[in-house]
């Protein structure tokens, strides 16, 4: 019971995060100017504290980090989750952009966030800022239930995040399907962390090569940083599904750290081996500097040279 209430807490928290964002947008949008992805997170981390506990140095490094984001989901059991978020926004008009940087080895800002990611141990996710529902008008979320003049479903896509592996495998190389495509396949900041919300990877290509507690988490609902690690994972799993390539039985090991010391190494079309690139941010333990974070203790250069800030959920 205290896990689901827990999970509500944070769930309200980023419903008020929303919320403010939304207000912001139509606030710029209404004086025929815009919005910025720094200041959407900068209301987004504002309107979430303090269930969400987070630490900015951008200050002291003089902007010479990137954008990114590193957070960590750390729940009960003292499992965690971490993963590294560049925000990105969708540009609406004739056509639709998301100003997605390409693997077509000319990208540095690219390079950087999965590099950093793959240094940090965690996936490199982009957070999506898709505007309010009147500002992806008519493109809608498809439901049923949809309500052209206010459908929650719609609007809690304004602030969602998108595994980066993602971002490009949708409408093709500088396509603007790619936008849409990326928008049919983000996940609402509020769905994430919502414990109602159970993702479904019973269609995960490669499932009969797992067993014991990865098949588990696959098949099983799950909370916590378990929860969140497999939200986004089905998004890369569904994907994965609908690839015809043929799936190798290779498995790879993890490090001693992750939760998992054994994924099946299969990559399809997608470029890398998705189960270790979503499941390696998925740990026993948070690491130290998230324990720094919740005590107010400074974070080493290792990680805060790397990253703009750090964020910290307790679920
Ligand atoms: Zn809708």
New binding site residues.
Partial sequence: MDEIESGEDVVAAFRAARLAAEEHMIAMDDAGSTWHETTITGIVLQHAHPTVKFVDFSQRQEGTTGADWLWWWVDESGEAFGMLVQAKRLKVGSRWTIDFSYPDGTSAQRDKLFASARELGVPPVYGLYLGT?AYRAPV????AD??DSD?L??RMATVSLLPAILATVGGGMNSDNDAIWAVEHAIPFETLVDPAEQPDCAYDRNLALVDGELRDLLLANQHGARHVAKALFERVSSVRAMQFSAASELMIEGDSEQLFDRYPSDRGHLGVAYFEHILRGLRTAAPAYVLDVLADQSVPPSVADLVEGVVVVQL
Avoid: E, S
Wanted: net charge neutral.
């Fill in positions: 529902q809608t979320c498809g439901r949809h309500d459908c479903a719609c």
